[in-house]
């Protein structure tokens, strides 16, 4: 077998010539990764970034980096590297997700909380507007500038405020009953943090989110 | 360009003819997603899972996932699938990350107790062993069955606990000192939840996690 073998067949250049190909997994993905890198560096105050920094803190070879960006027509200079500012907007431009984006959030406990009060999604243009959960003692409370609805009223606020992403930040058992009331109410994206398989139609797109998976994969490059 | 160019000179078959090359990015990160979806199907009572089930879950094509698992011996059986706990021994082994791993994780806010009271990290051989704070009113506390000890035990607690790996579920700016002094304290693989680039030696390995990232990597196959 040659390495090409493990290409998808629909891997292709981000966004080369303007075209309106989607990217592959692996590209949007490194993009994805790439962004993240550049919007810490921002929050620094860093300016300037090089392939070498990207490489260091995305995991990704410089030469792939280089690669990838010169493909969308950056080009880092020499001994200065890439304008930061200018990297995050033509990414988030390719990845087509530069606006704005409501989330509704499932759970008001330790991890809802933690999500709710970190400016982690607003970074990225994501806006939790709105925070459920099914115990009643803690409805009504605040959280952030946001009090915590009961998730009797799912589907009113999914029309009105326009949700397109919902977050289950709830137990494992209450995560698929969840699910199918907001594919009911027309939500296309889940983001499940409980260890739940989600069974919904093929139009709507689920990502568990798995840090343990995260850390196997880290492990593997540490102990090999 | 053809699209082997973007290829990794590294990206190999999964441990095939049991050799010990070190999987490409690529490769670890498949693995680690089937790895999840498989240790959640195994908590629902799973036996046996297709790859078409796979692909579902992981969004990874199912070609791909044939081409995988073959590749280590693994071939479904039509109309019943792959074993659901040999695939999940087989890929812990060719991971390498079969074993007991030790954690050590820093901050004690809602993050922090999210994950100490979260069963995801012992499912895949992780154990938190000790939870550390500065805050002197949570020095003492209760969380789950360890009681949260004060950052200067640190150096010790690495040294007794045989710690591998150092979560930080800290605020921003207190993220490098701590890294620094796990770092000193000989530990080699960070988790950073916190939104701060870390700078560490070219030794030890930084996992960033990033639901944000995720979120926006979700959303462009959603949007295309």
């Known amino acids: 077998m040659t390495p ?16 309106v190909e989607r990217l592959s997994l692996g590209v949007a993905a490194r993009l994805s990764r ?7 560096a921002k929050k620094m105050g860093k300016e300037t970034i090089s392939s070498q920094e990207l490489s260091d803190y995305t995991h990704v070879n410089s030469t792939q980096i280089r690669r990838d960006l010169s493909g969308f027509g950056k080009f880092g200079k020499r001994g200065v590297g890439y304008n930061v500012d ?8 390719i990845l087509r997700t530069a606006g704005q984006h409501n989330i509704a959030l499932f759970g008001a406990g330790h991890l809802g909380k933690a999500i709710a009060s970190s400016d982690i999604f ?27 609805r009961h998730n009797s009223e799912l589907t009113t606020v999914v029309e009105e405020e326009e949700i ?7 137990p494992t058992a209450a995560a698929q009953p ?33 840090p ?8 593997y490059f540490y102990l090999t």
């Open 178 to 210: 969840l699910a199918d009331d907001l594919v009911e109410a027309g939500v296309k994206i889940i983001f499940n943090y409980s260890e739940a398989l989600l069974d919904v139609p093929p139009e709507v797109t689920v990502h568990t989110s798995s």
């Open 34 to 40: 790439y962004l993240q890198v550049l919007t810490q």
């Open 4 to 19: 090409g073998d493990l290409v998808s067949p629909t891997d292709t250049e981000p966004g080369a010539n303007g075209s």
């Open 86 to 93: 200018s990297l995050v907007s033509q990414i988030r431009k």
């Open 164 to 170: 397109v992403v919902g977050v289950l930040a709830v």
């Open 122 to 148: 607003a970074d990225h243009g994501f806006r939790v507007v709105a925070i459920f959960d099914t115990d009643t003692r803690k409805v009504g409370q605040k959280i952030g500038t946001s009090a915590v």
């Open 212 to 219: 343990a998976v995260d850390l196997l994969y880290a492990l």
